[in-house]
């Protein structure tokens, strides 16, 4: 089993940043790709970004390209989630998730563990 924490989130005004945070423990060899997934009050699970093991590919969401940035520092089982230029449609639960494969993956279903997410809202 995978464990995954988040952290970092809170409240900022639009045009503020924040940074997610993202701590694996349990069986972290077996999982490789990761990403992070929203869900605001009413609406689906989305994508939000997705980065390789190694983080040499990343894929993000068109809503939130060239806003925010996923890294991963894999000597310690932390993946991040730098969020600047934050709007109010921004507001939701941020959740971390890790996949099996080494892939990048935009379906909420090829990610076999979850945290349990951290709210992440903007004010205008």
């Known amino acids: 089993q995978v464990q995954l924490d988040e952290s970092g989130g809170g409240s900022v005004q639009a045009g503020g940043s924040l940074r997610l945070s993202c701590a694996a423990s349990?069986?972290?060899?077996?999982?490789?790709?990761r990403g992070w997934f929203r869900q605001a009050p009413g609406k689906e699970r989305e994508f939000v970004a997705a980065?390789?093991?190694?983080?040499?590919?990343?894929a993000y969401a068109d809503s939130v390209k060239g806003r925010f940035t996923i890294s991963r520092d894999n000597s310690k089982n932390m993946v991040f989630l730098q969020m600047n230029s934050l709007k109010p449609e921004d507001t939701a639960i941020y959740y971390c998730a890790a996949a099996l494969e080494d892939f990048i993956f935009k379906w909420a279903s090829r990610y076999p563990y979850w945290g349990q997410g951290t709210q992440v809202t903007v004010s205008s």
């Open positions: 349990g069986r972290t060899n077996s999982v490789y790709g």
């Open positions: 980065i390789t093991q190694s983080g040499g590919s990343t």
